[in-house]
C-alpha cells in the first residue's frame, strides 16, 4: 500500500493550498479516506474525512469554513483544499483511512509550512 502526498509548501498566512495524496495497492473507492496532520511537538490530529462515495464529509473544528475535503475515484485520488490559512496550520499532512486510520498506511507526508 502507497499513500503518496503531495502540495505541500511555504505559504503565507491567508494564503491557500491544494494537497493531494495517490493512493496504490488498496480498492481505494471502496474506503473512506482521511486527511490527518501532525504539528511539531504535538500528536497527529485528524483534520477531514471523507466518505467513499464523496458524498459526506466532516471536518475538525479549527478548519471548517477553511479546508475542503474531496476525492476523485477514478484517479484514487484524496484532495485537502486548504484556504485562509493560518501559522497554526503549520504540520506535515498526510492521508489515511477514516475514520480509523492503519498504522502501516502511513507515507511521509507532505510539510505545510505557513508564515505570519
Known amino acids: 500500500v502507497q499513500l503518496q502526498a503531495s502540495g505541500g509548501d511555504l505559504v503565507q498566512g491567508g494564503g491557500s493550498l491544494r494537497l493531494a495524496c495517490a493512493a496504490s495497492g488498496i480498492f481505494f473507492r471502496l474506503n473512506d479516506m482521511g486527511w490527518y496532520r501532525q504539528a511539531p511537538g504535538k500528536p497527529r490530529e485528524l483534520v477531514a474525512g471523507?466518505?467513499?462515495?464523496?458524498?459526506?464529509?466532516n471536518y475538525a473544528d479549527s478548519v471548517k469554513g477553511r479546508f475542503t475535503i474531496s476525492r476523485e475515484n477514478a484517479k484514487n485520488t484524496v484532495y485537502l483544499q486548504m484556504n485562509s490559512l493560518k501559522p497554526e496550520d503549520t504540520a506535515v499532512y498526510y492521508c489515511?483511512?477514516?475514520?480509523?486510520?492503519?498504522?502501516?498506511?502511513w507515507g511521509q507526508g507532505t510539510l505545510v509550512t505557513v508564515s505570519s
Open positions: 489515511n483511512t477514516y475514520p480509523w486510520p492503519r498504522g502501516t498506511y
Open positions: 471523507i466518505t467513499a462515495g464523496g458524498d459526506s464529509t
